[in-house]
């Protein structure tokens, strides 16, 4: 029986790049999404038997996005395919309910084999970020971003990223006050005051990069 897949990526080049990838592999890909919404939507009608989904879609991103799919399938099996290297959101990611976590750097092989290993009932991150989320695990150090929710942590690394609270609430398709609320959230559970701090912690794990 062919094993069918869903696709959710804001860009129709990638999305056409892993369709080709995945039929050439003997997968059946049946539907695919440009923003979390409407993955949400796809995986309600089709019930594919595995999900390859990007963190930076439109909307509510992909964290959000495989939040919502696993509290209405717990069984559901997804990939997070993403630009990002970085430890905390591979370790966001499988705390969340993915099965794997593979970079968009990494080798067409990579993702096959992600793929077939979640498709079998496994796990799956690459060698090299599973060995640094290893030894985070012995890091006498807590992460503080470990307490916020997936919506929180979206909100937080587009403040990081110098995003404003109308442009936060127009990407996320939520009212500008409901932004300001989760900033405030964020900024308590963080324990800050300001954006700047914000931004240094952000900085500090990674989520964005030191400006000049």
């Not at 089709?46 to 696993?70: A, F, K, Q, S, V």
């Not at 990081?160 to 308590?188: C, D, F, M, P």
Request: charged share 25%.
């Amino acid at each position: 029986m062919v094993q069918r897949i869903l696709l959710a990526d804001d860009h129709a080049v990638v999305r056409s790049g892993l369709r080709i990838l995945l039929e050439n592999a003997g997968y059946q890909v049946i539907a695919e999404a440009e923003s979390g919404e409407r993955a949400c939507t796809l995986w309600q009608e089709h019930h594919p038997d595995l999900g390859i989904l990007d963190l930076d879609m439109p909307g509510i991103g992909g964290l959000e996005t495989l939040h919502r799919i696993i509290a209405r399938d717990r069984n559901a099996r997804l990939i997070i395919f993403s630009m990002h290297n970085d430890n905390i959101y591979a370790a966001r990611s499988m705390q969340a309910g993915a099965r794997g976590y593979v970079v968009k750097t990494d080798a067409p092989e990579i993702l096959l084999e992600a793929v077939k290993q979640v498709l079998r009932g496994g796990r799956y991150i690459g060698h090299e970020l599973a060995q640094h989320l290893a030894m985070d695990r012995f890091s006498p150090s807590e992460n503080p971003l470990e307490k916020l929710s997936p919506r929180e942590f979206e909100v937080f690394r587009r403040i990081a990223e110098g995003i404003s609270l109308s442009g936060i609430a127009e990407e996320l398709h939520i009212g500008y006050k409901t932004a300001a609320n989760i900033q405030t959230q964020v900024r308590q559970k963080l324990n800050v005051q300001t954006t700047g701090q914000l931004v240094h912690i952000a900085i500090r794990f990674g989520i964005t990069q030191q400006r000049d």
